[in-house]
């Protein structure tokens, strides 16, 4: 199994930008695709990117495409998550999740996650 841990959250600034980094222990890292999700106060988490094992296909949640950028080094078993033109709204604790499925349900081990608190 795939051990996560995400880091890079913080408080920002709404406009401003802030990039995550999910790091992943194990040889078969390459292997996955690879998912973000968030979870807000009060709410279910939700999916918000996912890459494939390549890296050569990337998926968003509306609420995000245009503004969020995933991406992988697989040579640093690690995946990246810019966010751009942050929003109040994208408020969440940010985690990560290995494997092909968008649907948070799908996955039964999850790092601590990481704060992003967008200010207004």
């Known amino acids: 199994q795939v051990q996560l841990v995400e880091s890079g959250g913080g408080l920002v600034q709404a406009g401003g930008s802030l990039r995550l980094s999910c790091a992943a222990s194990?040889?078969?890292?390459?292997?996955?695709?690879m998912n973000w999700f968030r979870q807000a106060p009060g709410k279910e988490r939700e999916f918000v990117a996912a890459?494939?094992?390549?890296?050569?296909?990337?998926y968003y949640a509306n609420s995000v495409k245009g503004r969020f950028t995933i991406s992988r080094d697989n040579a640093k078993n690690t995946v990246y998550l810019l966010m751009n033109s942050l929003k109040p709204e994208d408020t969440a604790v940010y985690y990560c999740?290995?494997?092909?499925?968008?649907?948070?349900?799908?996955?039964?081990?999850w790092g601590q996650g990481t704060q992003v608190t967008v200010s207004s």
């Open positions: 194990g040889r078969t890292f390459s292997s996955y695709a």
């Open positions: 890459i494939s094992w390549s890296g050569d296909n990337t």
């Open positions: 999740a290995a494997g092909g499925r968008r649907t948070p349900s799908a996955y039964d081990y």
